[in-house]
């Protein structure tokens, strides 16, 4: 008899994976993408391969550390286009699967809702699909809920299947960190930690009331639910609509005088305009992201008198929230970031 059921299939290793198609003399190298390519450059990694991985390469890795943990690496510059034509026929052929419900987390990511009877079987035909559709592994996690299904992926990986669900949950999970947890950062689990809480079985056995006090009447529950697995069991393909369009840029040589982050930030707000005129939705709030040297990082958020699609409104707006830090530090990164007013009926 069928029943409902979620997998989560993530593509393996997937700006890599793509990258070898072009490249298969690297196939079994250490291979690392990110930024232009250039591990000299000030620039993070974007994906790495399983052989780099084992040299403890990671995604968000500075280029530079990434060289030195693996010096045989092979550098090669993030190619978008490319990654997003793949990760549209990926959509599309889990899309095609007879029933199914995808909801799209990113573009090598996706939950996607089946009614069978034999979901290990499901998730093999999901996985051949693709690659017969793109020359691509991914592997799937199998669950009664989207935590499970998202946590199982990992067990399965590469290439592979793992399946969680309530009868194991506690058996695979109860013994881990929260940060086990998808959604528990580091930063949660100290805050977890101060009130007795370690694992993820002390997770699901936390007094409500308590998770309350320390996390409000939202987050609280929340973790909660987290900790036994539950929440959503069943994906939305509702299209996702953007809140907001970004650009960031790290430069290779610190920004010095108020000058140079105005002509910066000038840029960095043309692009953003540009991206919120094809949504049709003007800006209503701005938020800054700056970085000084050496690494401390600020966000500011300032709504707009009245929405725009002004380029100078935007990046003067930004400007002000920098001086208004009134630090003289010399800057590595600058963000800028457009919110937009909410479309008709709302998100």
Same mark, same amino acid.
């Given at each position: 008899?069928?029943? !409902?059921?979620?997998?989560?299939?993530?593509?393996?290793?997937?700006?890599?994976?793509?990258?070898?198609?072009?490249r &298969?003399?690297?196939?079994?190298?250490?291979?690392?993408?990110?930024?232009?390519? #250039?591990?000299?450059?000030?620039?993070?990694?974007s994906?790495?391969?399983?052989?780099a991985?084992?040299?403890?390469?990671?995604? @968000?890795?500075?280029?530079?550390?990434?060289? /030195?943990?693996?010096?045989?690496?092979?550098?090669?510059?993030? #190619?978008?286009?490319?990654?997003e034509e793949? $990760?549209?026929?990926?959509?599309?052929?889990?899309?095609?699967?007879?029933?199914?419900?995808?909801?799209?987390?990113?573009?090598?990511?996706?939950f996607?809702?089946?009614?069978? #009877?034999d979901?290990?079987?499901?998730?093999? $035909?999901?996985?051949?699909?693709?690659?017969?559709?793109?020359?691509? !592994?991914?592997?799937?996690?199998?669950?009664?809920?989207?935590?499970? %299904?998202?946590?199982?992926t990992?067990?399965?990986?590469?290439?592979?299947?793992?399946?969680?669900?309530?009868?194991?949950?506690?058996?695979?999970?109860? !013994?881990?960190?929260?940060?086990?947890?998808?959604?528990?950062?580091?930063r949660?689990?100290?805050?977890?930690?101060?009130?007795?809480?370690?694992?993820?079985?002390?997770? %699901?056995?936390?007094?409500?009331?308590?998770?309350? %006090?320390a996390?409000?009447?939202s987050?609280?529950?929340h973790l @909660?639910?987290?900790?036994?697995?539950?929440? /959503?069991?069943?994906?939305d393909d509702?299209?996702?609509?953007?809140?907001?369009?970004?650009r960031?840029?790290t430069?290779?040589?610190?920004?010095?005088?108020?000058?140079?982050?105005?002509?910066?930030?000038?840029?960095?707000?043309? /692009?953003?305009?540009?991206?919120? /005129?094809?949504?049709?939705r003007?800006?209503?709030r701005?938020?800054?992201?700056?970085?000084?040297?050496?690494?401390?990082?600020?966000?500011?958020?300032?709504?707009?008198?009245?929405?725009?699609?002004?380029?100078?409104?935007?990046?003067?707006? %930004?400007?002000?929230?920098?001086l208004?830090? #009134?630090?003289?530090? &010399?800057?590595?990164?600058?963000?800028?970031?457009?919110?937009?007013?909410?479309?008709? @009926? @709302?998100?």
């Open positions: 008899m069928s029943r !409902h059921w979620v997998l989560h299939v993530d593509m393996d290793q997937f700006l890599v994976a793509v990258e070898l198609l072009r &298969p003399e690297l196939v079994g190298k250490p291979v690392v993408v990110g930024g232009r390519g #250039d591990p000299t450059e000030r620039a993070v990694v994906t790495a391969s399983y052989e991985r084992a040299h403890g390469v990671r995604s @968000g890795l500075a280029l530079k550390i990434a060289r /030195r943990r693996s010096p045989d690496a092979v550098f090669l510059p993030v #190619d978008f286009p490319v990654y793949a $990760s549209a026929r990926v959509m599309e052929t889990l899309r095609a699967t007879p029933g199914a419900v995808v909801e799209v987390l990113g573009w090598d990511e996706a996607v809702g089946v009614e069978t #009877d979901p290990l079987a499901t998730a093999r $035909s999901i996985q051949a699909a693709v690659l017969e559709a793109t020359d691509l !592994h991914c592997s799937v996690g199998i669950g009664d809920t989207l935590v499970r %299904a998202k946590i199982a990992d067990f399965g990986k590469p290439q592979g299947t793992f399946q969680l669900t309530r009868d194991n949950w506690m058996e695979v999970m109860g !013994h881990r960190p929260t940060t086990a947890l998808w959604g528990v950062g580091t949660i689990g100290k805050r977890l930690e101060v009130i007795g809480i370690r694992t993820v079985a002390d997770l %699901a056995g936390a007094d409500e009331e308590a998770l309350v %006090a996390f409000g009447p987050n609280g529950p @909660g639910r987290l900790g036994r697995g539950g929440g /959503r069991a069943h994906p509702t299209p996702w609509v953007a809140r907001a369009h970004g960031e840029t430069y290779q040589s610190d920004l010095t005088t108020a000058e140079e982050v105005l002509a910066a930030l000038t840029e960095l707000a043309a /692009r953003v305009v540009d991206d919120v /005129r094809k949504e049709e003007a800006v209503q701005v938020h800054l992201k700056i970085r000084f040297a050496p690494f401390f990082t600020f966000t500011r958020i300032r709504k707009l008198p009245e929405p725009t699609y002004d380029v100078d409104v935007v990046a003067r707006t %930004a400007y002000e929230l920098y208004a830090l #009134d630090d003289p530090r &010399p800057v590595r990164l600058l963000g800028v970031r457009g919110e937009m007013v909410p479309p008709e @009926g @709302g998100y």
